[in-house]
T-cell receptor, first 112, second 115 residues
Framework: DAKTTQPTSMDCAEGRAANLPCNHS???????VYWYRQIHSQGPQYIIH???NNETNEMASLIITEDRKSSTLILPHATLRDTAVYYC?????????????FGRGTSLIVHP | GAGVSQSPRYKVTKRGQDVALRCDPI?????LYWYRQALGQGPEFLTY????????KSGLPNDRFSAERPEGSISTLTIQRTEQRDSAMYRC?????????????FGSGTQLSVL
């Protein structure tokens, strides 16, 4: 099963780009990379996902390396409200099912 | 409903009591997941359903924990003979049938405190 490794914490200045890395060196060919974030005590919120191509939506961009062993979530203009824990998830099968498994994530602090 | 609804929002119980936590998923969502989250940790998988069928319960800590989804919609997570170590935030999430890659929609959770 693929696992992910993320830095425990990062900080970023407001208005600057926040680049959150994730290592998933054992990812297999049919596994997607998903990013979620969790603000305070709220439930995790979906941000973006991808398989091999870079993706962009209204919230963020996802850059996946060509070998798919790592990815970076980019918040192009971080705001104070982006302070949250960010989870990188790789979907992997367990007994034929597909269970999103969360690690400890990266705690991002955006400061003024 | 518009989102995933969980009840109660808070549950305080005494050790040894049984508790039942309810999850009402987004209408039409086939898959329903239960997670448990300790303070400072990521959500920990417990079990999940497709329709009414429990697909995987490998994350349930022991046989005091059980879950059901009898009509393929609302689900109940039951903890029997609660212990203090069961105290945590219990989160439910749902996803649509075709979206099997893990795009989950989470509820606000039930904070369980066992005294």
């Amino acid at each position: 099963d693929a696992k992910t490794t993320q830095p425990t914490s990062m900080d970023c200045a407001e208005g600057r780009a926040a680049n959150l890395p994730c290592n998933h060196s054992t990812i297999s060919g049919n596994e997607y990379v998903y990013w979620y974030r969790q603000i305070h005590s709220q439930g995790p919120q979906y941000i973006i996902h991808g398989l091999k191509n870079n993706e962009t939506n209204e919230m963020a961009s996802l850059i996946i390396t060509e070998d798919r062993k790592s990815s970076t979530l980019i918040l192009p203009h971080a705001t104070l409200r982006d302070t949250a824990v960010y989870y990188c998830i790789v979907r992997f099968p367990s007994g034929g099912s597909y269970i999103p498994t969360f690690g400890r994530g990266t705690s991002l602090i955006v400061h003024p | 409903g518009a989102g995933v609804s969980q009840s109660p929002r808070y549950k305080v119980t005494k050790r040894g009591q049984d508790v039942a936590l309810r999850c009402d998923p987004i209408s039409g969502h086939v898959s329903l997941y239960w997670y448990r989250q300790a303070l400072g940790q990521g959500p920990e998988f417990l079990t999940y359903f497709n329709y009414e069928a429990q697909q995987d319960k490998s994350g349930l800590p022991n046989d005091r924990f059980s879950a059901e989804r009898p009509e393929g919609s609302i689900s109940t997570l039951t903890i029997q003979r609660t212990e203090q170590r069961d105290s945590a935030m219990y989160r439910c999430a749902s996803s649509g049938y075709r979206d099997r890659v893990g795009k989950l929609f989470f509820g606000s959770g039930t904070q369980l405190s066992v005294l």
